[in-house]
Structures are given as C-alpha cells and as structure tokens.
C-alpha cells in the first residue's frame, strides 16, 4: 500500500529542493517534447484559416487517405481482437516451457523494427517472391495493394491486445472457469458469461492501443504500400507525401488528424485504465473482509 | 455407495502426489480429508470432481464411473478454498448460474429459478443482500453464496476444499457448526478437506487421515483419535508427548499431554523430570518438564491438581502415564512430519 500513498516516506524521498527542481525540469521537457510540436501541428494546420484546412481534407487524395486507414484498422482491429484473445487464453493456459515460447512469439513484433515486417512481406509475397508465381497465377495483388496493407499492419499490432490479457488471465487463475463448468456451463457460455466479463476493460485498452497503432503505423505499411495515391497511401503515409510536395498546410491538416486520434486514444486509456485499476483495487479487499462478523444478517 | 475411488495415482513432475487411494463413501455422509499440507488431499477432492485426471485408477460415483463423463453430468458441487464466486454478477445471479445454465429443453422456467434462488438465499440467512455483488460481502458470507450456488444444481455429492481456511477463527467455528446443522438437514454426501484436525474432529462423520499420498487411516472421529492406527496419525491429531523407551517393551510411547499424572511420589512405570515452566492460562494448567535425555514433555492438568502439587520451576516431579500408544516400528518412510506445533 505504501507505493500508493501521497505522503513521502522519510528517508527514501528526497529534499524538497532538489524534488522541485527535478518536477520543473520533467515538466520542461514534456512540453518541449511533446506538448509543443503537438500545439504546432493544430495552429500550423489552422494557420491559414478554416477554410484551407476543409479543402485539404476535402482533397480526393486526402479522403481515399482516411478511408484506407479506417478500411485498414475495420479489418485489421477485429482479427487482432479475436487473435489476441485466443493467443493470451493460450498462452496464459498451457504449461510452464510452451508459454515461454508462445509470449516470446507473441511478442515477436515488437522486438522487430517494422520496416525489416514490411521488408518480410515483400520477400514473402513481392515480386520473384516465395509466393510470387502461385499469385501472378491467380491474379493476386497483395504487396502495393491493400492485402498488403493489411498483412503489414496485422503484424505490428498483433501483441497489443494479448500482451494486455495475459498477465491479467495469469493473476485471476482459472477457478471462477472452473466453477463455472461444474455448475454445468458450456465452453461457449463459461466464455460470454465469465471470461470475458472478467478481461473486458483490459480487453478494451488493448483494442484501443492496437487500434491507435493501426492508424498510426508507418515503417511497415511504407515498405508494402508503393505510395500509390488515391489508392495505396494510409494517412500517415498521405502526411508523408504532401510534406515532400511541400505542401504544409495539407500535411499538417492530415496530421492533425492523427493528433485527434492520439487525444481520443489517450483520454480512453486513461478511463480503461481506472476502470482496470477500479476492478483490481475490489479484488485486492476481497481477501481479509471478515472482520464483519458472519451471522449479522438483518 | 455414493463414491467408490480405487487405487488412484497421480504425479505431478516427478513426485508422487497420490500413491495408491482407495476410499469408500456411503451416501448421505460428511467426511473429512484431513492431511499436512502437501498431502494429496486437494488433489484427490479434484480427481473426484473431475478437475484433474488420475494417472491411473478409477473414481465410481453412483455406479457410473466417472471416466470420460462430462463435468456437468457429474453433478458435483464444488466449494472452492477462496470461493469463486462470480465477481462480476450478483449474489442471486451467482446462485441462479447452474440452474441458467442448462440446456434448453431441461432449464427450468424462470419463477421457479427466482423461487429455487430465493429459497436458497433463506437457507443461507442472505436474502436481504441477493442484489449484491461479492465484493460487497464479509468471507463468512461469500462461503455460504459458494455453498447455496453448490446446492442449486441439486448435486449428489458436495464437495468443500478448505472451507474455513480463509476465515476468522470465530467465524470458522460458527460457520462449521451451521455446516454440520445444513448437512443434518439436507442430508447431501459430502466430502471436504481441511489440514485443521479440530475442524475435522467435530465436523465429520467419518475422518480420512492422509499423509504423503496415502491414506493412514480411516475412521470415525472417536475412533481415530484414541486409537491412531500410526505414530503420524497420533502426531497430527492433536499434541502429543514422545517418551523414550520404557518399561512398555517399545522403542518409543506416544502420550497425550493430558492422559499423563503429575506427582511428588515415583510410581512404578512413572520417569521423573524437572518442571521448566508451567502456564495457567486456559482451562487446563501446562507443565513443561525435562526428562533424560534433554527431551522436553508437555502435561495438562487440572488447575486443581496444579495448585495441589505447589510445583515451581525446578521441582523434580514423577510422570505416570494413564493412556498411551505404542508402535512396532517408526515407518522410515515418514519424513513429511507435522508441524512442528504438533510434535513436542
């Protein structure tokens, strides 16, 4: 309890000099790292009043931008919804030396940079690619396309939601499932009525953090995507290109969207976030209540 | 015969955790696995449930064997140690869970589960608090929802892992009581583990004392405490003093603190000791004496008999025992030995 409370413990805080001076300059730096070029990106795109800022997003190219990232995060969200549940029920189920293997694999994205994933994809499925005359066979389209695309960003989001559900899984053990199947429930049912109630605000952090990572990801959509206008260019990569144009106003314009998204993202953490800590903070006092004596039924 | 267990095995690694069970439960009884922790005992309660599988051997429950059933055609009632209760639905939805459950076609219409549920909720004395959610609940309470939501699937065998061992001590001893009354009442073939013997002792019918895997011994409470079939039994179910040879004709004799006599005079078969400290606190008076050896011997008497003696700390005072067990050989096998509590 004593990494929750306000009051510094004598002996391990330190003086209140040095604690301001070190307040002041965290505080510093976050505005000159973050707060600043956050601000920036909103007056710059503003800059030349409402109107440039419509037209810029009004531009055919800007739109198809915003509907391929929102197509890309429709299609990619769910499956790593659904994937990511099942891996960290897996994971978080099998035995001690395959659980190991199974999380580094889980976390596998994240230790990779995500140009050598879209590098990966292009080997895989690009031109005199491994796949590559099965799919010219077939007509099939998958890098500079939006399969692409998707398979890119599938892979750098995939550990978000299993890596929020698996410590979580571990800590709440197996028995209210347990208790469920014997009282006669069925897999399906233990899974709606109990499971899922029980992970759902982690759940939702993880679909949050793995949806903001979809719209935002760069690296490895660049690498897939060829830039193709209109067609193939996500927001991000949108931004990329009316930068190069030296088109700022549009650029920051597009940006700022992506600033919005990280505001939404960042204000839905912060109510998950409560609500898991809310959830936690009840389990932790339903050990030791029993100083209400048993039998003081009204 | 409600459950018949034979010769059940299972490893964990590469420890045995049960070598070997077998055990006979008649319908209608409360029974009690009693055993250190480490015993196998929770582990036989979830074979029988159903929650783990034997290595080898078979669980029979009511003439069916259970291998290859269904959780739910075992209708066994589980009490978890910490309850599971369902954290996220009410008081009345955790009980009415089993009974929603169902399938279709044999789930009852919904006024009967409200009046099964709020039947139950009367049973357990938490009617008015059906709309609460767990976490609102003292553990004495949260026990009794565990035990009501056990009770609505109507099973033929109730099963309890440590029911009481995460409550007060007061709490505990009311709550075992109102157990045995509601297992006198309802009359449901129940098994339930504890590594209390106090709890055992008073609660069950019928004690089964297990220890490293096996079973030492089976019997009614009486039955097992005065006559231990084994130096551990003897160990575990209660204090008990370990004299050295004697003129008995045994290696070793196993005296209760309160079947040995305290007095001035040497008896006969009596060993003399020097009193260490004596504590009169409680309803019995404590003698500590050192015997040969350096061992070290615990007496309970009465505070009469205490104060008649006028002994202080020093006094050399002969002890006679009254009651005492003998056995052939100390099993090399027992190293899982009880807490140190027990053995003086």
Redesign the interface.
């Known amino acids: 309890m004593s990494e929750t409370s306000t009051h510094p413990r004598p002996g391990v805080s330190d003086p209140p000099w040095l604690r301001n001076i070190l307040i002041v300059l965290a505080v510093t730096y976050l505005v000159l790292v973050v707060l600043l070029p956050f601000v920036s990106v909103l007056t710059q795109a503003l800059a030349r009043g409402f109107s440039t800022y419509g037209r810029a997003l009004a531009d055919p190219a800007g739109r198809s931008a915003i509907l391929l990232t929102l197509l890309v995060a429709a299609i990619v969200v769910p499956l790593n919804t659904i994937f990511g549940v099942w891996l960290a029920l897996g994971v978080a189920r099998t035995r001690q030396r395959l659980r190991r293997l199974l999380e580094t694999l889980v976390d596998l994205p994240f230790s990779v940079s995500p140009v050598v994933a879209g590098l990966l994809f292009v080997l895989l499925f690009g031109r005199h690619g491994w796949f590559d005359p099965w799919l010219t066979a077939h007509g099939i389209h998958i890098i500079f396309a939006v399969p692409g695309l998707v398979l890119a960003t599938l892979f750098v989001t995939l550990p978000f939601v299993a890596r929020e559900l698996i410590p979580l899984l571990e800590s709440q053990g197996l028995?209210?499932e347990?208790?469920?199947?014997?009282?006669?429930?069925?897999r399906w049912?233990i899974f709606w009525?109990?499971t899922l109630?029980?992970i759902k605000w982690a759940l939702l952090y993880g679909v949050i953090l793995c949806n903001a990572r979809a719209m935002g990801e760069f690296g490895a959509v660049s690498v897939v995507s060829g830039h193709i206008r209109g067609r193939t260019n996500t927001l991000p990569l949108h931004v990329e290109t009316l930068f190069n144009d030296y088109d700022f106003t549009a650029a920051n314009a597009m940006a700022s969207l992506l600033a919005a998204l990280g505001v939404v993202t960042l204000i839905a953490r912060a109510i998950t976030e409560w609500q898991i800590a809310h959830t936690r903070r009840?389990?932790e006092?339903?050990?030791?209540?029993?100083?209400?004596?048993?039998?003081k039924?009204? | 015969m409600s459950i018949g267990i034979h010769n059940i095995r299972k490893r964990f690694g590469t420890s045995d955790v049960l070598a070997g069970v077998s055990l006979q439960i008649r319908t209608g009884e409360l029974v009690a696995l009693l055993g250190p922790s480490g015993c196998g005992k929770t582990t036989l309660l979830r074979i029988i449930?159903?929650?783990e599988t034997a290595d080898s051997g078979s669980v029979v429950c009511y003439d069916q064997d259970t291998r290859g059933q269904s959780?739910?055609d075992?209708r066994?009632?589980?009490v978890?140690q910490?309850y599971?209760?369902?954290?996220?639905l009410t008081v009345f939805e955790n009980i009415a869970?089993?009974l929603r459950?169902?399938p279709r076609h044999n789930r009852p219409p919904e006024a009967e589960i409200q009046s099964r549920v709020n039947r139950l909720l009367d049973l357990i004395?938490?009617r008015?608090?059906g709309n609460r959610h767990?976490?609102q609940?003292?553990?004495?309470?949260r026990q009794r929802v565990a035990l009501a939501?056990?009770l609505?699937?109507e099973p033929r065998v109730l099963l309890l892992d440590e029911p009481f061992g995460?409550?007060?001590a007061?709490?505990r001893v009311?709550?075992r009581r109102w157990l045995r009354q509601r297992h006198a009442d309802l009359g449901v073939t129940t098994l339930f583990v504890t590594h209390d013997q106090e709890e055992a002792l008073e609660v069950a019918d019928r004690i089964v004392v297990m220890n490293g895997g096996r079973i030492e011994q089976v019997g009614v409470p009486a039955e097992v405490y005065a006559h231990p079939a084994t130096p551990f039994v003897c160990r575990f179910l209660g204090s008990v003093n370990v004299l050295p040879a004697s003129a008995h004709g045994s290696s070793k004799v196993y005296v209760r603190p309160h079947e040995l006599i305290l007095s001035r005079q040497a008896t006969s078969d009596g060993i003399s000791g020097c009193v260490t400290s004596i504590s009169s606190a409680g309803p019995l008076a404590r003698v500590e004496l050192e015997i040969a050896n350096a061992e070290h011997i615990e007496v309970l008497v009465a505070h009469d008999t205490a104060t008649e003696l006028h002994a202080v700390p020093g006094d050399a005072l002969f002890v006679t025992p009254k009651r005492w067990h003998t056995y052939e050989e100390e099993p090399a096998s027992e190293t899982a030995s009880p807490t140190d509590a027990w053995a003086i």
């Open positions: 028995e209210e347990e208790a469920a199947a014997l009282l006669g429930a069925s049912r009525r109990i109630p029980n009840n389990r006092s339903d050990s030791g209540l029993d100083s209400f004596a048993y039998g039924t009204p | 449930a159903g929650l959780l739910r075992r066994v009632g589980f978890f910490h599971a209760l369902f954290r996220h869970f089993g459950a169902r004395q938490l008015a608090q767990p976490d609940l003292s553990g004495g309470q939501r056990a609505a699937i995460a409550l007060d007061q709490v009311e709550l």
